[in-house]
């Protein structure tokens, strides 16, 4: 059998700033390595050298798209290891910024598995139009359309401006309404569903061996999600269910999201409702105490955990971050493997890897 | 909630302990879900598979720390499961000290399919030698580096400085 190597990538679009090495006999995929690392920038070398709170930006700039997430979940080992508790305030505006980004991080992977990946331009137009509206939403809040660096050890760094709860709820209340229209033109477009509907199937057995998190691992039939199993800003105070589904194709990889979003929106209703009074943030040292912790935070692409350890300095002694992307990737070798080359780029899509986020 | 939540993670410390007998040095309960568990490299593969089939059915995370003053070189496992709920809101921490010179260990790989990138990070990161692993080869960085393993601790970098 005489084969052909395949490279796909590492030019931006349809892989992003990664390659993908294809063996091939005819069309079908007989093996696929991805090689990673093309934006490594040392993060966790840098990270050595820096104070606590210079380590912020740095530390959520490998996903821009979902930033709160990587901000908190590099924050909460440090706030373990001062004992800061976050008054309740600063807790709820957490997980309300955190919310509101996970649907934007959703609307542009759908963007991107729409426009790039399916050739749908007109998911691209929804999806980057609709999170336009939450970036509005984020720059209210933090200043920043993307980036905030908004959670700083002990709590937020300001308060809910005049008007964003009015302005939250017309955005959900428009947003609501058009996930309608995209379910309707995208995800339940025949074209669309054949397209994805029983491509690159992960069963359930071979998601947990293989350690995939988020959603990749829910549309595989394994609910696990750390906002309901170890409940971490104020997820155990509100009401919502973990969307799931037992086919592991890359058309329920989708549908997760797609119902995820519904669950923030549902979510950030009762934010909004229950919003306590008080503080918005503690001190705290500027030092990471002696120790080791680890945090774990449910990131729009899955479990993130920051694994800190300290030595008494206002530098950490060590950052290991372990993010989403990263563990999603163990699946992409695994999926395509005996597929046809036209079905990669619905497999590669369907996981909203985000190279920056896996490379660091 | 917390001294109900504790203790049911020193049951799980202790169960680990009374399994494993002389195989860990150390299981601990810390707080609000996190175990710490300590092992030597021999025996390291015995723990893992006990460890797998106690229902630790995947890997959060692998990390080394480097201790150059102490000539010691850390490997850190972090575990959680996905098929057992009394497990799901814990992480257990299996370490294993090793010698800085030379560093290795058998990897842990064939029992958990996804250490199988982190021990390759491992490697590349610290020049660890992750031995039975079945594709030990660089990751992230760039093929001719040559340099030392960037994140042990004797590494400077003058611009960070």
């Known amino acids: ?360 | 909630m917390t001294a109900t939540s504790s203790t049911l993670e020193q049951d799980i410390a202790i169960t680990i302990k009374e399994h494993l007998g002389s195989a860990v040095e150390n299981a601990t309960a810390l707080d609000k879900g996190r175990i710490s568990v300590i092992t030597r490299k021999e025996v390291a593969r015995d723990v893992a598979a006990w460890l797998q089939r106690f229902g630790l059915d995947h890997v959060l995370a692998v990390s080394g720390v480097d201790y150059p003053w102490e000539n010691r070189l850390d490997v850190v496992y972090f575990l959680s499961s996905y098929s057992r709920d009394n497990l799901k809101h814990v992480v257990v921490s299996l370490k294993i000290h090793l010698e800085r010179e030379k560093p290795s260990l058998p990897s842990l790989t064939p029992t958990w399919e996804s250490a199988n990138m982190f021990e390759r990070e491992t490697y590349e990161m610290f020049g660890v030698n992750f031995e039975g692993h079945p594709n030990l080869q660089k990751l992230l960085l760039e093929d001719n580096w040559d340099g030392p393993p960037p994140l042990r601790k004797d590494l400077k970098i003058p611009e960070l400085a």
Not at chain 1, 132 to 142: N, P, V
Not at chain 1, 241 to 259: A, N, Q, T
Request: aromatic fraction near 8%; hydrophobic fraction near 40%.
């Open chain 1, 1 to 360: 059998m005489s084969t052909l190597d395949l490279n796909v990538g590492p030019q931006h679009p349809g892989s992003g700033h990664m390659r993908i090495k294809a063996k091939t006999d005819g069309d079908i995929i007989v093996e696929a390595t991805p090689d990673i690392g093309y934006v490594h920038r040392g993060c966790e070398k840098i990270a050595e050298s820096r104070n606590i709170i210079k380590n912020i930006p740095m530390l959520e700039r490998p996903n821009i798209a979902d930033s709160s997430h990587l901000n908190w979940s590099y924050i909460k080992p440090i706030e373990e290891l001062q004992k800061v508790e976050v008054p309740e305030r600063g807790l709820h505006i957490r997980t309300m910024l955190c919310e509101i980004n996970r649907i934007a991080s959703h609307l542009y992977g759908m963007a991107i598995m729409g426009g790039i990946f399916s050739g749908h331009t007109t998911m691209y137009m929804f999806g980057f139009g609709d999170r336009e509206l939450l970036l509005d939403l984020h720059e209210m809040l933090t200043g920043a359309r993307m980036t905030f660096s908004f959670f700083v050890p002990g709590g937020v760094r300001r308060d809910l401006p005049k008007g964003f709860i009015e302005k939250l709820a017309e955005t959900l209340g428009y947003l609501e309404r058009h996930l309608v229209a995209i379910d309707r033109v995208f995800l339940s477009n025949p074209l669309f569903v054949e397209r994805a509907r029983g491509v690159g199937v992960l069963r359930k057995e071979d998601a947990i061996k293989l350690g995939v998190v988020g959603p990749v691992l829910r549309a595989s039939g394994v609910a696990c999600d750390v906002r309901k199993d170890t409940p971490y800003g104020v997820y155990d105070k509100v009401d919502f269910e973990i969307p799931s589904f037992k086919e592991g194709d890359s058309l329920s990889r989708w549908l997760v999201r797609f119902e995820e979003m519904k669950q923030s929106i549902l979510i950030l209703r009762q934010l909004m409702r229950d919003i306590p009074k008080g503080p918005i943030a503690r001190k705290s040292p500027l030092v990471v105490p002696k120790g080791e912790a680890i945090g774990r935070i449910e990131s729009s692409r899955g479990e993130i955990n920051h694994y800190i350890v300290g030595d008494g300095g206002d530098k950490p002694y060590r950052v290991k971050m372990s993010t989403g992307s990263f563990k999603n990737l163990a699946a992409l070798p695994f999926l395509l493997k005996g597929v046809r080359i036209g079905d990669l780029p619905i497999i590669y899509g369907s996981l909203d890897y985000w190279p920056v986020e896996a490379d660091r």
